[in-house]
T-cell receptor, first 116, second 114 residues
Framework: AQKITQTQPGMFVQEKEAVTLDCTYD???????LFWYKQPSSGEMIFLIY??????QNATEGRYSLNFQKARKSANLVISASQLGDSAMYFC?????????????FGGGTRLMVKP | KAGVTQTPRYLIKTRGQQVTLSCSPI?????VSWYQQTPGQGLQFLFE???????NKGNFPGRFSGRQFSNSRSEMNVSTLELGDSALYLC?????????????FGDGTRLSIL
């Protein structure tokens, strides 16, 4: 069974500073994918970044980067130069092997609040 | 390109009733998944449909069911509603076979049970 753990229920960050959101995972499958989503108060889940288990380099997408440490089973999201619009819930999710289809297992989420 | 469309956005029902939620995926996406989000249990996978067939199912009672039509649109049905079914129901679509492609979510249907 797969499990995602996000240990930070809530975090504050000053505008324009960088912030790291933690995510650890547990799986026995050698092939998996890790995703980060942002959920504003409106409810929509917005895809941010993806990391495959066999990817050699850490993923980056604009201000988002993923600190992937496979041996430690961690996939932390780094947001650089925080903006007020970054205030939202952030979810780490894992997709399993091919026979599990597209099912995602989510962590409990981290609420990020950006202070002006 | 239109995103995932879920209808209705809000729904109020009473215990014992049944409800049907609808999801139209992004054009060309044949996989549709449903998730339930509650404050207590977080985001939980309900089921996934691909080419009108249920491919995977989460740990939910049989009151929760779904189907997918030939145009990839999907519906989920909850019968004999309980107070605990109050939740945000999210639908997501994705490309088949592209493992690095994310699931794209709709805005959700917020279901309240009185």
């Amino acid at each position: 069974a797969q499990k995602i753990t996000q240990t930070q229920p809530g975090m504050f960050v000053q505008e324009k500073e960088a912030v790291t959101l933690d995510c650890t995972y547990d799986t026995s499958d050698p092939s998996y994918g890790l995703f980060w989503y942002k959920q504003p108060s409106s409810g929509e889940m917005i895809f941010l970044i993806y990391q495959g288990s066999y990817d050699q380099q850490n993923a980056t997408e604009g201000r988002y980067s993923l600190n992937f440490q496979k041996a430690r089973k961690s996939a932390n999201l780094v947001i650089s130069a925080s903006q007020l619009g970054d205030s939202a819930m952030y979810f780490c999710a894992m997709r399993g092997p091919y026979n599990a289809g597209n099912m995602l297992t989510f962590g409990g989420g981290t609420r990020l609040m950006v202070k002006p | 390109k239109a995103g995932v469309t879920q209808t209705p956005r809000y729904l109020i029902k009473t215990r014992g009733q049944q409800v049907t939620l609808s999801c139209s995926p992004i054009s060309g996406h044949r996989s549709v998944s449903w998730y339930q989000q509650t404050p207590g249990q977080g985001l939980q996978f309900l089921f996934e449909y691909f080419s009108e067939t249920q491919r995977n199912k989460g740990n939910f009672p049989g009151r929760f069911s779904g189907r997918q039509f030939s145009n990839s649109r999907s519906e989920m049905n909850v019968s004999t509603l309980e107070l605990g079914d109050s939740a945000l129901y999210l639908c997501a679509s994705s490309l088949q076979g592209a493992r690095d492609q994310p699931q794209h979510f709709g805005d959700g249907t917020r279901l309240s049970i009185l």
